[in-house]
Structures are given as C-alpha cells and as structure tokens.
C-alpha cells in the first residue's frame, strides 16, 4: 500500500483508515485483488469528496450569510450610536448654553440672579406698603381723634348759639320793659338773636360735614385695616420657595448634564465593543478561506481517486503489478507533495494579526 | 481635500469591514473585489494608499504590487498587504513587491488606523 495512507495529512478530512493488507495469493489472484482495491479506493475516495463538498459549501453559505447578517446590524448599531452621540452632543450644547450662555448676560446663573433679585425688590416692596398702611392707619386714628374733638366743639358752639339766641330774647324783653329808651337796644338784641340763629344753621351744617367725613374715615379704616391685615410672611414665604424652585432647577440641570455625559461614555464603550466586533466579523473571511482550502484537499482526494482509476486501467491492460504501483506511489506522491501548499489560514483565533512596517 | 484609500479584497466581508473603519475615520474609500479590478480602479485616480488582500482571483496581491509600483504615479504611494498569510517568506516577498507594510488578518480597527496614520 502506498504511503500516502499512512500518516495523518496535516490539516483536512479525517486520514482513511488503511484497509488490511491481502492475503497471499497466487499469480492472477494479486492482480485481481489489486484491481478489486483500486476499484475500492477510488469509489471511497469520491464517494467521500461527493458528500464533503455540499457539506462544505452550505457551511460556507451558512457563514456568509451569518456575517452579512452580522455586518447590517453593525451598520444599524453605528449608525444608532452615531445619533445617540449627535443627541447627547445637542442636548450637551443646549445645557451649556442654559447654565453658562453664551455671553454674561445670559445663562442659568445670570437668569437666576435676575430672578432672585427680582423677588427681593418685589418683597422689599412689599414690606414698605406694610410699614406705610400702620403709618396710614396711625393718621386715620389722628384724624378720628382730631373729628371727634370738633364735633365736642360744635357742640359746645351750638350750645353759645342756643344761649346768645336766649340773651337775645331777654334784650328783647328788657327793651320793651324800658319803651323808647330801648328801641336801639330791641333793634341790637334782633340783630343778635339773627348772628345765633345763623350760627346754629352753620354749627348743623358743619356737623353735617363731620359726620361724613367720619363715615369716611370709618370706611378707609376698613380698607387700610384689611391691607394691615395681609401676611408679609405670605411674601418673604413664596421669595422662599421661588428660591427653592430655582435651585432644584439648577440641579436638575446638573443633574440632566451628567446623565448626558454618562451617554457620552454609554457610546464610546459600544464605540470601543464596535471595535470588537469588526475584528471578529473577519471570522467570515478566515472561514471561507479555510473552506476553500477545504475543497481544494477534497479536488486533491479526487486527483488521488483518479489515480487508483489510472492504476486499475493500467492492470486492466496488462501492464505488470510492480510496474503500475510504481506509477500509482509516484502521483500520490505528486499528490500529496502538492497539498501542503493549500493552508493560507494559520491563524486558530481572531487575535489581531501582526503588524510589520518595512 | 481628504484622504483617498483603494481597498482589495475579494472577500465583501473584509472589504466592507476597511471600509466601515476608513469611513468611520473620515476617509474617502474605493473598493475592489481583485487585483485587475484594483488595477484598472487605481489608474487615473489619485490615491493616498492602497490596501491590499494577497489570495484573490484573477490577481493575486503580489502582483499587484509589483504592478502598481511600475506605474509613475504610484511609485511612492504607500501600499499595506492585508493578508491571512503569515509566513516570512510571503512577507519577503511582498516587500521586495515594493509593499509598504504587512498586516496578518484578523486586523484590529483602532490598529489599522493607526498604521494608515503612520504611513501617509
């Protein structure tokens, strides 16, 4: 047997076992045992090549269209990275442009600030009309005070009218007791007794005045009591809680910021895995390679199958035993000396491959 | 004006995994299935490198080079093999081809570029 079969090939299908050798026999035996093996080996040889090769060939399909498959949903992944990058970068922009802005005047320091100091003058404001109604309303009691004295006055005037108006009719009478003597004195006690009904008039009308005045006061006492009445605490409370809302705000904004940055990170680790992956999607070439490398060793099987045809002709038409092994040995060995070469594939993993500048 | 790169390979697989790498980088990529097609793609462009399989159809990597480097203007672009093959004696080869470097598939993007920014 030749010695094609008697090591293991280097890489490729598995080596055919060695049939057992035959026995002894007799001239025209050999030969037709000989024929019998060649006949054998050569449809065991293309029987295997026959069923390898679809097998080979659908792994080959298998794999492609695995890693076409793969290559798309890398493409799908960048590109989703990619808008996610563009995204987080807008939004990035967006918050520096809302906490920093893009001059002094702007931002959410310079919008705070403004808010802030609006609320400031707005309950600085406040307290001064606090401090102005307890003013307005300590005047409204003054003058309540000063009202209620004019009214004792008025009356004290009215009670002077009532009085001369008797002094005037008791001239009157002692006028008349004292005949033409007292003409002149009639005629001034008349006088007089007119002055205090005139005063009395005037003392009504004025109490008249009085009395509106401090209904008036009455009501405007109301009024300033109600706005005396409103919480300051109301103001310096919602200046609080303002302040708090812009706080939270600040930190939300912070807040939102870091989570962008966290993005940013999310991104350039599936950037860095992406990486990964371009390596390892090359599998499909090294595989196919291989494959091919695969199918050739099998066209080499059949080359060795068409060699046991040759040597069955060859003792077919006569030519001697020794003679025809001889030939067989010679292109096996042709065979095999020429299939070492197929392997372009040496490497067992997807480790990066070596880099040599020359 | 950018980077052009000629890219040869006759598996679609290698060739669209340089190109997404190149193009991710902001290169501008051609692309060709062997070395005829890469040949008659490279004539009357202007190309600042080339990167090249060995084991193709029709043209082999090798020759290539050797090809392009007869032309004048390719005389001092640079030339990367990327190839499964490993051995010295390939390697020898390809540089007395006149390639620029040798890279051993599987290539690692970050690595490529960095050999692609080192050579041009």
Not at chain 1, 67 to 94: F, I
Not at chain 1, 105 to 129: C, K, N, R, W, Y
């Amino acid at each position: 047997m030749s010695r094609w079969f008697r090591g293991a090939p280097a890489a490729g299908p598995e080596p055919i076992l060695e049939p057992p050798p035959p026995p002894p026999a007799p001239d025209g035996l050999l030969r037709k045992n000989l024929l019998q093996v060649a006949a054998h080996e050569a449809a065991m040889l293309e029987g295997r090549v026959n069923f390898l090769t679809p097998e080979l060939m659908q792994v080959d399909s298998l794999v492609r269209e695995a890693a076409g498959t793969l290559q798309e949903a890398l493409k799908t992944l960048d590109r989703s990275v990619q808008h996610q990058h563009s995204l987080a970068s807008e939004v990035q922009s967006t918050i520096r442009t809302s906490l920093e802005g893009s001059s002094e005047s702007e931002g959410f320091d310079a919008m705070s600030a403004t808010i802030m100091g609006t609320l400031d003058g707005f309950v600085d404001h406040m307290l001064e009309i606090s401090q102005s109604t307890v003013q307005l309303a300590e005047q409204v009691d003054d003058i309540r005070e000063r009202s209620s004295r004019m009214e004792n006055m008025l009356a004290e005037l009215t009670e002077i009218a009532g009085r001369t108006h008797l002094l005037s009719l008791n001239a009157s009478i002692e006028a008349a007791h004292a005949r033409r003597f007292g003409a002149g004195f009639a005629v001034v006690a008349g006088e007089v007794s007119k002055l205090a009904d005139r005063s009395t008039a005037l003392s009504s009308i004025i109490q008249e005045q009085v009395l509106g005045t401090r209904v008036a006061l009455d009501r405007t006492d109301a009024q300033v009591q109600a706005i005396a009445s409103k919480d300051m605490n109301v103001a310096v409370r919602s200046k609080g809680e303002s302040e708090a809302l812009v706080q939270s705000l600040q930190t939300t904004n912070w807040l939102v910021k870091d989570l962008v940055g966290q993005l940013e990170d999310n991104a350039r680790t599936i950037s860095s895995q992406v990486g990964h992956v371009v390596r390892c999607l090359q599998f499909e070439d090294l595989v196919h390679q291989t494959l091919m490398a695969c199918l050739m060793d099998l066209g080499n099987l059949l080359d060795q199958a068409q060699a046991w045809k040759a040597f069955e002709t060859r003792l077919r038409e006569g030519e001697p035993e020794a003679e025809a092994l001889a030939a067989l040995d010679g292109t096996l060995s042709g065979i095999e000396e020429a299939r070492v070469q197929f392997r372009a594939v040496k490497s067992g993993s997807l480790s990066a491959g070596d880099v040599d500048l020359f | 004006m950018g980077h052009c790169i000629l890219t040869v390979d006759d598996s679609s697989t290698m060739r669209q995994m340089i190109t997404f790498t190149l193009k991710g980088a902001g290169y501008d990529v051609l692309e060709a299935a062997d070395g005829v097609e890469g040949l008659d793609l490279a004539q009357g462009k202007k190309l600042s490198l080339i990167i090249t399989d060995v084991n193709m159809p029709r043209m082999d990597g090798i020759t290539l080079v050797q090809r392009l480097r007869a032309l004048p203007e390719f005389k001092f672009t640079p030339i990367l093999v990327l190839t499964t093959e490993s051995d010295t004696s390939m390697k020898q080869k390809g540089k007395e081809a006149g390639a620029t470097g040798w890279i051993v598939k599987p290539f690692s993007p970050e690595k490529l570029l960095e050999v692609v920014n080192k050579v041009l």
